[in-house]
């Protein structure tokens, strides 16, 4: 795709702040990115620092074409190739052997990388033109909201970053689906919007899928130190706010109770609550639209100053799985 002038000119600002070890914040199809050469080692040092990511746990590293795989990957096995080839660029990130170059900053000191080509012309513009990888966790402080647009990063960020590409809001508004490949039979560590059917109907059947709401359970699955992975952690993409996950049968009579316990309430919903004088944002029924806008929706929910988030649960259904998941790691324990 053909960048506008001030685009060309803004990903040129950008690939100079990357070349300085600087921090540049990028718009990508999920999420937005906090940007940094995945080869430069102070960089990734001030990375963590901003971002306030312990040191154990690894970032993605954003290339901007399949050829470059082989580079950060001592390893492609077949079927990670071909989900390679079927849904890049795109939002599915690919966990291999990592090439004996990587950095152990980059992959928190384990044998393995996590990689990725976004689809966003102005995140493909800055990678390809910086010319290596850029190793980029979501554009938040460690365990809060993610952002998707970038007034929400310069809100959280700003000053800590050199340079933040404006792509405006995020078209899939939830973090990439990853793929492991890199310990055993391949396995989702963290659902997104590309759905375990579609990467079954690539690659065959899945041993296991990490079922929503089992955080725990992340750790014994894969045998990984659960605080490698920050998706994993139970309490993440958490708004300040306590947030409640309310089943839809119960919600009319909790939102009734906690009213009457003086609680003041904001509500992401299917359906209005009846006579409740709440702020509530009307949630959409299709899985697509709700993810787009859902750390939009939360972020709106925070500023209420409530003393509660209450959001409906979404339904058990294909489609849904990786809005669950957020939710779920959202929701106060
Ligand atoms: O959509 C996305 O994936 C966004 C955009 C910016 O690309 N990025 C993102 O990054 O969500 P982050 O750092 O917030 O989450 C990346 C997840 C973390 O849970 C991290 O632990 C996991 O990927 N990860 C990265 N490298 C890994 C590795 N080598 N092994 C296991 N997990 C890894
Ligand atoms: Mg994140």
């Known amino acids: 795709m053909k960048l506008s002038p001030i685009d060309q000119s803004e990903v040129r600002r950008g690939v100079a702040a990357l070349k300085q070890g600087l921090l540049v914040a990028f718009p990508t199809e999920t999420v937005y990115g906090l940007g940094a050469d995945a080869a430069n ?32 990957a001592s390893a492609v096995p077949e079927p990670a190739f071909r989900l390679a080839e079927k849904f890049w660029p795109g939002p599915l990130t690919l966990i291999l052997a990592k090439a004996p170059h990587v950095l152990l900053q980059v992959t928190g000191g384990q044998a393995s ?10 995140a493909l513009a800055l990678i390809q033109e910086f010319g290596g990888g850029v190793a980029a966790p979501s554009a938040n402080r460690f365990g ?4 998707t ?17 404006d792509g405006g809001p995020c078209e899939v508004g939830i973090e990439s689906t990853i793929v492991d ?31 929503v709401n089992a955080s725990p359970a992340l750790e014994s699955q894969t045998g990984q130190p659960q605080a490698r992975h920050p998706g994993g952690l139970p309490s993440h993409y958490a708004p300040a706010t306590p947030l409640m996950l309310v089943p839809s049968q119960f919600l009319e009579s909790e939102v009734a109770e906690l009213l009457h316990s003086g609680k003041r309430l904001c509500l992401l919903s299917f359906e209005k609550v009846t006579l409740s004088e709440i702020v509530w944002l009307q949630a959409v029924r299709e899985p697509l639209a709700y993810a787009r806008s859902l750390y939009q929706n939360l972020r709106f929910l925070d500023l209420q100053k409530a003393d ?26």
């Open 149 to 165: 647009c970038a007034s929400d990063v310069a809100a959280d960020l700003g000053c800590d970053v050199a340079v933040i590409l």
């Open 308 to 333: 509660l988030i209450i959001v409906e649960s979404v339904p058990e259904q294909a489609g849904w799985t990786g809005i669950a998941d957020r939710l779920a790691r959202a929701a106060i324990k």
């Open 41 to 72: 080692a102070e960089a990734l040092k001030r990375l963590y620092e901003v971002k306030g990511r312990p040191p154990s746990h690894p970032v993605i590293v954003h290339l901007s074409s399949i050829e470059q795989l082989d580079s950060w």
């Open 181 to 211: 490949f890199a310990s055993g039979s391949p396995q989702i560590l963290r659902p997104g919007m590309i759905l375990p059917e579609q990467i079954e109907s690539v690659i065959g059947k899945l041993q296991r899928k990490v079922p």
């Open 113 to 122: 990388v996590g990689l990725r080509i976004p689809d966003h012309p102005l």
């Open 144 to 147: 809060r909201l993610s952002a």
